[in-house]
């Protein structure tokens, strides 16, 4: 007898759809005057506000580290409010951090760099003002101790609050704020320079890469297909095509199923599940069946296989997801972390198929 599953399958779905859209929706409250002047963008007047508990503090060190990360995705940078620009760029930095209300859940409320509610210890609040107008992005870094005055003395450095706007300046020349503004801004052609240039590290142009993918940026797909090549960006690159649209399907299909690497392959199925899932696209899951019936698919990129499939509810997957799940219920092995992750992710695709299935 087969059990449906009727209202969390939907609501997840439902939810998962509801994500996406949001997140277009969050591009959308740009007017059209708003986002041509965000194609300009050249130049950012940047201020700078350092806070201790001694009162404002010198911040020139702090605008002089702003201003060249902001060099280094390209972009000039003035001090003077009456020197033409095309955005300010605002930093304010304490040495105890006060606090701004309750901030709003979804959307970049929810990222680790989102402002904290709790934490009282040395931060910068980043923000940005396109044409007057303050902008809902707000970025927060922290130092990684709370107290800086007990900071300060274990680390015998003389005055708390100075300490504390060091530390805030050595976590602002490692933050990515450059890249986010970038992808904010919709600065494709930026993220593509430094993604292809020989100096930048692995680890920022994985960043780069997810970035262009959650831009949904169609002219980052060649550049994305060259990363292929690496085998330490392959799997990112691939996640990030993921999010092209249906231009990125014959490249990640061929690699699920071609692969030697079953990394790649699973970096490939969740790919096209991204795809048909953002998408609608249904035409990705003929191939992922196939590959979910193979015999010869690794256990990791299985599951894979069975995520992307509950992304984009089919009754074509039901049957051979019910099948999968009866071979899979048959074998014994609690210590098998694989095994149960598999499980797992068919037992919930399985109930997002049948449950599309029956109120489609």
């Known amino acids: 007898m087969r059990i449906r599953f009727v209202l969390p399958g939907l609501g997840l779905c439902l939810a ?58 390209g ?8 020197t033409p620009h095309d955005v300010v760029f605002r930093v304010k ?19 680790p760099d989102a402002p904290a509610r709790l934490w009282k210890g040395p931060a910068c609040q980043l923000t940005y003002v396109l044409g007057g107008m303050k902008i809902k992005w707000q970025k927060e870094v922290r130092t990684e101790f709370e107290d800086a005055v007990a900071a300060a003395q274990a680390a015998q450095a003389g005055d708390a609050g100075v300490y ?16 986010l503004l970038a992808a904010e801004w ?19 142009k994985i960043k780069i890469m997810s970035l262009l993918g959650d831009m949904q940026a169609d002219e980052a797909l060649p550049k994305l297909k ?39 392959q699973a970096a490939a199925a969740k790919g096209l599940g991204q795809i048909g899932g953002i998408a609608g696209d249904a035409s990705v899951v003929l191939p992922l069946l196939a590959k979910l019936q193979d015999s010869k698919t690794d256990w990791a990129v299985l599951t894979e296989v069975a995520w992307a499939l509950g992304k984009i509810p089919d009754k074509r997957s ?43």
Request: aromatic share 6%; glycine share 4%.
């Open 93 to 111: 930095c304490e040495q105890r951090k006060t606090w701004e209300g309750t901030t709003a859940t979804g959307g970049d409320a929810d990222l």
């Open 164 to 179: 504390a706007m060091t530390q805030l300046q050595k976590a602002l020349e490692k933050y990515e704020f450059p890249l």
């Open 226 to 264: 060259d990363a292929l090549k690496d085998r330490d960006l392959s799997k990112q690159a691939l996640v990030a095509m993921g999010n092209l649209g249906k231009d990125g399907i014959p490249l990640l299909v061929d690699l699920m199923n071609s692969s030697p690497q079953p990394e790649i």
């Open 75 to 82: 972009y000039a940078t003035v001090r003077d409010p009456a």
């Open 16 to 73: 998962l759809s509801l994500c996406h859209n949001l997140a277009l929706a969050y591009r959308e409250y740009f007017t059209p005057e708003q986002r041509t002047q965000l194609e300009h963008i050249q130049t950012i007047l940047v201020h700078v506000l350092a806070l201790t508990d001694q009162g404002e503090a010198q911040g020139t060190a702090l605008a002089d580290a702003v201003a060249q990360r902001l060099g280094e995705v």
């Open 318 to 360: 039901i049957q051979p997801l019910y099948d999968l799940d009866k071979k899979l219920q048959a074998i014994r092995d609690p210590d098998n972390v694989t095994l149960k992750k598999l499980k797992e992710a068919v037992f919930w695709a399985i109930k997002q198929c049948d449950t599309w299935d029956q109120y489609s």
């Open 186 to 204: 919709g600065h494709v052609d930026r993220l593509l320079k430094i993604l292809d240039s020989p100096d930048t590290s692995q680890a920022r």
